[in-house]
């Protein structure tokens, strides 16, 4: 089965400077999908970044970028320029690639989650 | 973009009464999951749904849950007779290729 695990409990950052939230998983697969969700006070899951596990490049969004390496079996996420409104919780999900029709197509397993405090 | 709907937003029940729990998924979409995150913990994977039935499931998905697709476009999350550790958020997700959908979750609290 498959573990995803964020050793960071919290984390925090001034406004306007970088963060890097970690994450590391475990897996015997080699095609998956990467993800981070954030969740806000409003406990609604938002996707902030994917990541395919057969892209060597990094995924960027906007001021949301990850590294991701592959044969480490981690996947970290970087923020910069912070803003008060990154503040919130972020999970890291792994999710396997398989075919549909396969029982675990789409599940996704997620990591404990960090708490992640913007500092005006 | 498209959007998974759930209902009720948030919903108070005395224990062990029942509570229905429900998601309108994305039209097309052949898998529909549920997940559980209790107050200040992590997302739990509950169960699986693929072809009008329970392609797998959680230990914590026991005999007091159920899930239906009642009408082909509802999809609900039963739980039978609630218990004070049943508290938490519930989500309704909906995957397709390299997206997962979620709702915006319903909070349940029972008392």
């Known amino acids: 089965a498959q573990t995803v695990t964020q050793s960071q409990p919290e984390m925090s950052v001034q406004e306007a400077e970088t963060v890097t939230l970690s994450c590391t998983y475990d897996t015997s697969e080699s095609d998956y999908y990467l993800f981070w969700y954030k969740q806000p006070p409003s406990r609604q899951m938002i996707l902030v970044i994917r990541q395919e596990a057969y892209k060597q490049q990094n995924a960027t969004e906007n001021r949301f970028s990850v590294n991701f390496q592959k044969a480490a079996k981690s996947f970290s996420l970087k923020i910069s320029d912070s803003q008060l409104g990154d503040a919130a919780m972020y999970f890291c999900?792994?999710?396997?690639?398989?075919?549909?029709?396969?029982?675990?197509?789409?599940?996704?397993?997620f990591g404990q989650g960090t708490i992640l405090t913007v500092h005006p | 973009e498209p959007e998974v709907t759930q209902t009720p937003s948030h919903q108070v029940t005395q224990m062990g009464q029942e509570v229905i729990l429900r998601c309108v998924p994305i039209s097309n979409h052949l898998y529909f999951y549920w997940y559980r995150q209790i107050l200040g913990q992590k997302v739990e994977f509950l169960v699986s749904?693929?072809?009008?039935?329970?392609?797998?499931k959680s230990e914590i998905f026991d005999d007091q849950f159920s899930v239906e697709r009642p009408d082909g476009s509802n999809f609900t999350l039963k739980i039978r007779s609630t218990k004070l550790e049943d508290s938490a958020m519930y989500f309704c997700?909906?995957?397709?290729?390299?997206?997962?959908?979620f709702g915006q979750g319903t909070r349940l609290t029972v008392v």
């Open positions: 999900a792994y999710r396997t690639d398989s075919n549909a029709g396969g029982t675990s197509y789409g599940k996704l397993t």
């Open positions: 749904f693929y072809n009008n039935e329970i392609s797998e």
């Open positions: 997700a909906s995957p397709r290729a390299a997206e997962a959908f």
